[in-house]
């Protein structure tokens, strides 16, 4: 499983746009790169799931080089409701997915 | 369209006590997976079940155990508990062989005195 390694800890201001970049520099040819949101006591949510290049949805854009050896996370324009921790995760397709889980980003959004 | 439902909530025990957690998965869904996490820290991968097997297992020891019913619902049993064992339990369900992730419910906190 590729291991995969973030900021501990992040802050910006509201109305920004915030970046988080992972790296997994063992990551295989078959693995994709899927990101989620975590609030306190609250499950894991799906942000947004990648293979190479850039994707995006409406809430973020994932970033991805050729060599995929890391990837970045774009939230524009946070605002405080985006505090919470983000974690990035590389795996095979969905349901054969042993999934391992980092310590992930907090991310504090200031007024 | 209901997503991954657990209960309970909330659950307090003694060491040594047995607990079960159950989940639903999200409509659709017949892959379910349990993690393991404590206060501060990422989910641990606990097991998986699919067509009502484990198909696989994460570092845990066998105190943990599963099962999956014919509706793809899910039970996790933990036998003998320990003081460390307290941590929110959380639920993944997913669909193989489609670019699809796994969903997760809100979890089940458990507490161990």
């Known amino acids: 499983l590729a291991k995969t390694t973030q900021p501990i800890s992040m802050d910006s201001y509201e109305g920004q746009e915030v970046n988080i970049t992972c790296s997994h520099n063992n990551i295989a040819t078959n693995d994709y790169i899927t990101w989620y949101q975590q609030f306190p006591s609250q499950g894991p949510r799906f942000i947004i799931q990648g293979y190479k290049t850039k994707v995006t949805n409406e809430v973020a854009s994932l970033f991805i080089p050729a060599d995929r050896k890391s990837s970045t996370l774009s939230l524009p324009r946070v605002s405080l409701s985006d505090t919470a921790v983000y974690y990035c995760l590389v795996g095979g397709l969905g349901g054969y997915q042993k999934v391992t889980f980092g310590t992930g980003t907090k991310l504090q959004v200031i007024p | 369209d209901a997503g991954v439902t657990q209960s309970p909530t909330h659950l307090i025990k003694t060491r040594g006590q047995q607990v079960t957690l159950r989940c639903s998965p999200k409509?659709?869904?017949?892959?379910v997976s349990w993690y393991q996490q404590a206060l501060g820290q990422g989910p641990q991968f606990i097991f998986q079940y699919y067509e009502e097997e484990e198909r696989q297992r994460g570092n845990f020891p066998d105190r943990f155990s599963g099962h999956q019913f014919p509706n793809y619902s899910s039970e996790l049993n933990v036998n003998a508990l320990l003081l460390g064992d307290s941590a929110l339990y959380l639920c993944a369900s997913s669909s193989p062989g489609i670019e699809q992730p796994q969903h997760f419910g809100d979890g089940t906190r458990l507490s161990i005195l």
């Open positions: 409509s659709g869904h017949d892959t």
